[in-house]
C-alpha cells in the first residue's frame, strides 16, 4: 500500500477537503496511473450528498471523481496494454466478475458484480473505492482506456463518463442522418451529446431552460434550440422526433418530451433525478412510444468512443479549475451554471 493526497467528504452536508488515502501496490494485472484532470459529474454531487440513498447508499469519507485522465507511472508484470509514460484514462467502472453474460457481450456496466469507481466495495484494501480527486490510482489494465494523443487533456477526461454516457444511446437508438434528435438539458452530459448527434450527422435540438445557452448551442452543433418552459415553442414540436435523450438531474416533467415524440419515437433517461419521475400512460400508447434508460457504456464501446473522438478531434468544453474550487464547482452545478464541464487539474492537489 502506498499513500496519496485526495479530496474527500466526511457526510452528505460536508463540504470537499484535503485527505491522504491509502492504494494499493499494482497486481500484475494492474496500472497505476497518476492522475492529471478529473472532471466533475453531477452523479460525483450526487452522490457526495447522498441523493441516491434508496439505491446505492453513499459511504463516507466519499473520494469522488470518475472522469479521469494521466500518466501510467507503473505497470504490473502481465499488463499488455501500458507502459510506464502511456495516457491512460479511467472512467465509471474499476472492476468486473469478466464470466457473467453481460461481461462476456461487453456490458460490464450491467455485470452483476461491477465495481464502480468510488463508493463501493474494495476487494483489495477492504472499505470502499476512492475515485478521481486524487493523486493517483491503481486499477486492473482491462478498465484502463488509452487515450488518443491529439486531443487536450482537460477536455478529454469527461469523455469518460459524459462521453460515453451519451455516445452510447445516440449509436443504440441510430441518431443519424435524416433523424430528428433531442437533448434536454444542456450541461456535461448534454453538450457532448449535441456534439456526438451532431457529427453522427442527426438534425439536432436542444432543450433548455437557460436562454442564455442558446448561443452555445447553436456554436456546440445544434441546429435549435427550444426553450422548454416556453409551452407554445415546445408545441410546435409535438410528433415530429425519432429520439430525445433526457439529461437532466433534477425533477422535470418527462411527459413534456413524450407528446414530441414521433411514432415509434424513443425517449431515453441518462439523467437520475433522485425521485421518481411521473408518465401519463397515454403519451406512450399514443404512437407506440417508448421510454428507456441508459447507463454509461462498457469498455469496448468507451474506447471506440475515444478512438471517434481522437479522429474527429472531440473533448468536452470544460472550464479547469484547482481543486481547492471544488465545492465552489458544486455550488454552480446546482444552479446550471457551468460551460460545460469542470475539470480538475489535478497538479493543484501537490499543493495541500
Ligand atoms: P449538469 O452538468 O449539472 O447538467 C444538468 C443540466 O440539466 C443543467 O445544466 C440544466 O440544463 C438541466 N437542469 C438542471 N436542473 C433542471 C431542472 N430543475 N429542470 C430542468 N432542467 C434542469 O449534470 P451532468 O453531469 O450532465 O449530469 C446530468 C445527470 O445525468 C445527472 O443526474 C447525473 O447523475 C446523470 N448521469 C447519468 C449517467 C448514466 O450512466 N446514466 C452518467 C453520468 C451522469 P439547462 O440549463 O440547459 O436547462
Ligand atoms: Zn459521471
Redesign the pocket.
Known amino acids: 500500500m502506498y499513500k496519496t493526497k485526495a479530496y474527500s467528504a466526511a457526510s452528505n452536508t460536508s463540504p470537499l477537503a484535503s485527505t491522504t488515502i491509502q492504494r494499493r501496490e499494482p497486481t500484475d494485472r494492474d496500472v497505476q496511473i497518476e492522475i492529471l484532470f478529473c472532471g466533475i ?3 460525483d454531487l ?1 452522490a457526495v450528498r447522498n441523493e441516491w440513498s434508496g439505491v446505492m447508499p453513499t459511504v463516507y469519507p466519499i473520494v469522488p471523481g470518475h472522469e479521469i485522465v494521466g500518466r501510467v507511472t507503473k505497470v504490473g508484470s502481465a499488463v499488455k496494454k501500458f507502459k510506464p509514460g502511456d495516457l491512460a484514462a479511467v472512467g465509471c467502472m474499476v472492476d468486473s466478475d469478466g464470466t457473467c453474460p453481460q461481461c462476456k457481450d461487453g456490458f460490464e456496466q450491467f455485470c452483476p458484480n461491477m465495481i464502480l469507481t468510488y463508493n463501493s466495495p474494495d476487494k483489495h484494501l477492504g472499505g470502499v473505492t476512492y475515485g478521481g480527486y486524487s493523486d493517483s490510482i491503481v486499477v486492473d489494465e482491462h478498465f484502463a482506456l488509452r487515450v488518443p494523443p491529439n486531443l487536450n487533456l482537460a477536455g478529454a477526461a469527461p469523455l469518460c ?2 462521453g460515453v ?1 451519451t455516445y452510447s444511446p445516440m449509436r443504440h437508438w441510430g441518431a443519424g442522418p435524416g433523424k430528428k434528435v433531442g437533448v434536454v ?6 453538450h457532448m451529446a449535441v456534439k456526438f448527434a451532431h457529427a453522427f450527422g442527426a438534425h439536432v435540438a436542444v432543450f ?3 436562454p442564455s ?1 442558446k448561443e452555445d448551442a447553436l456554436r456546440l452543433g445544434a441546429d435549435e434550440v427550444i426553450l422548454s418552459r416556453d409551452a407554445n415553442e415546445m408545441q410546435k414540436h409535438n410528433n415530429s422526433f425519432d429520439f430525445i435523450l433526457d ?6 416533467d418527462i411527459n413534456a418530451y413524450l407528446n414530441l415524440l414521433g411514432r415509434d419515437g424513443a425517449l431515453t433517461l ?4 433522485s425521485k421518481p419521475l411521473g408518465v401519463a400512460a397515454f403519451n406512450l400508447i399514443m404512437g407506440r412510444r417508448s421510454l428507456s ?4 457504456g462498457g469498455i469496448a464501446e468507451t474506447q471506440e468512443m475515444l478512438d471517434f473522438c481522437g479522429k474527429h478531434n472531440i473533448t468536452a468544453d470544460v472550464e479547469v479549475i484547482p481543486i481547492q474550487k471544488v465545492n465552489e464547482a458544486y455550488a454552480r ?1 446546482l444552479k ?1 451554471d ?1 460551460k460545460y464541464r469542470f475539470s480538475i487539474d489535478m497538479a493543484s492537489l501537490k499543493s495541500e
Not at 438539458?185 to 448534454?190: A, F, K, M, R
Open positions: 459529474c453531477h452523479s450526487h463518463c459524459a454516457t438539458g444542456l450541461g456535461g452530459l448534454g433548455t431552460t437557460s445557452k439529461a437532466v438531474s433534477a425533477e422535470h441518462v439523467g437520475l433525478p434508460g441508459s447507463a454509461i452545478l446550471s457551468v
